[in-house]
């Protein structure tokens, strides 16, 4: 008689075992981007354009377009340019050329190429070259030569040192933080009462309140956004760091409020029941007890709020003043980097990785407390 493991205590489920695999396709996929965007962090832009980052630790090929140095010399009927591309001391492998721009592989090494006007070159695979132009006069102006040559895998810190030396990036990084931690408190100390309030005490509309807690949710803050804005150049802060203080908060409250509420439900009643017999007031149960408990709850939070404020961007653009002084480090590598190197991706790729290093110190720091926040109150 077969017996089936599912349902015995100690034994693996299939269920569990789909589970985990499923979770570790999700983030191998995750995974995978973040990497190639950590490889181009430290490859040049050339390197980038010619190879993907899977390649990166290979030999890339690479086009390039040389100028030749030297003399022409006269040879039969026209003239004759000799030299390496490569230079006097150079070396290297040259894979294809070619005399336009359009078309740089044109030819392969040792062949000889006809180019416009009767004009003919022969590259070798070392570098040697012969130019030949058949005009009566020396010509007065060396030829360009367009080749591909394999270039060895390269890797440095250039992209970061551009970005940490960039003027202004250092006032962005100073401004993001500003933003970021009075934006993650001031909506936790709000979320905090509230919360205690829907979860402990009794009073008209809790649960017309707590119903409209959870619609709010939904809600998306591209709707919020003009208004918003309307009030608070109406109340006189305009766009400036009270106005996106109060808009994150607004736009935290609700998450911030179901979450506590959630975790503070699933305290002990007899604790608290304990406190007010013994003559504790709601605001002493509070601080001395709820608040210590719900610490997880509070951490969890913490971490949403903070990620979603320090790279947040669209609030950002709006809620703040359009001057550099100004300037987030999403708005500067938004509206400065990206508009000034918008081709240059390894520039961006280590924008990207020195705008999240916070996050990531953040999240792997308190990251334990994460999980018990969001499954407290789900489970009896």
Same mark, same amino acid.
């Given at each position: ?71 022409? $010399? ?6 004759? *340019? /000799? ?10 492998? =040259? @894979? #294809? ?71 202004? $990036? ?6 993001? *933080? /500003? ?10 100390? =709000? @979320? #905090? ?188």
């Amino acid at each position: 008689m077969a017996v089936d493991d599912d349902g015995i205590a100690g034994a693996k489920s299939s269920l569990s075992l789909v589970t985990n695999l499923t979770v570790a396709i999700l983030v191998i996929l995750w995974l995978i981007p973040t990497i190639g965007l950590l490889v181009s962090s430290f490859r040049d832009r050339d390197a980038i354009s010619q190879s993907g980052w899977w390649k990166a630790p290979f030999p890339t090929q690479q086009n390039f377009a040389v100028r030749t140095e030297g003399e022409f $010399m006269p040879e039969g009927d026209g003239w004759v *340019l /000799t030299g390496n591309l490569f230079g006097p001391e150079g070396s290297g492998s =040259i @894979a #294809a050329f070619g005399g336009l721009r359009s078309d740089p592989t044109a030819f392969a090494p040792g062949e000889t190429g006809e180019l416009v006007r009767g004009r003919t070159l022969t590259v070798e695979e070392n570098g040697d070259y012969i130019y030949f132009d058949p005009a009566d006069e020396a010509p007065t102006r060396n030829p360009t030569v367009y080749l591909a040559s394999s270039v060895p895998p390269d890797f440095s810190l250039d992209n970061y040192d551009t970005i940490l030396t960039s003027a202004g $990036m250092d006032v962005a990084f100073i401004n993001t *933080l /500003t933003v970021t931690i009075p934006a993650t408190i001031i909506p936790i100390l =709000i @979320a #905090a009462f509230a919360a205690y309030a829907l979860a402990w005490m009794d009073f008209p509309s809790r649960g017309a309140i707590i119903a409209l807690v959870v619609g709010l949710l939904v809600v998306p803050l591209q709707l919020a956004l003009v208004p918003m804005l309307k009030f608070h150049n109406a109340i006189g802060i305009g766009q400036s760091f009270y106005g996106i203080w109060f808009a994150h908060t607004g736009f935290g409250l609700p998450l911030a409020i179901y979450l506590l509420r959630n975790y503070m439900v699933g305290l002990p009643r007899d604790i608290i029941e304990s406190a007010k017999v013994d003559g504790a007031t709601d605001f002493q149960v509070f601080t001395r007890i709820v608040l210590p408990l719900s610490f997880p709850a509070l951490a969890s939070f913490a971490i949403f709020q903070f990620l979603w404020t320090w790279n947040d961007l669209l609030v950002a653009k709006v809620f703040l003043p359009s001057n550099s002084e100004s300037w987030v480090m999403t708005v500067k590598i938004a509206d400065d980097l990206l508009g000034s190197r918008g081709g240059d991706w390894g520039i961006l790729a280590a924008a990207a990785f020195i705008s999240i290093a916070v996050p990531l110190l953040v999240f792997f720091t308190m990251q334990r407390y994460l999980v018990r926040g969001l499954l407290a109150g789900s489970v009896k």
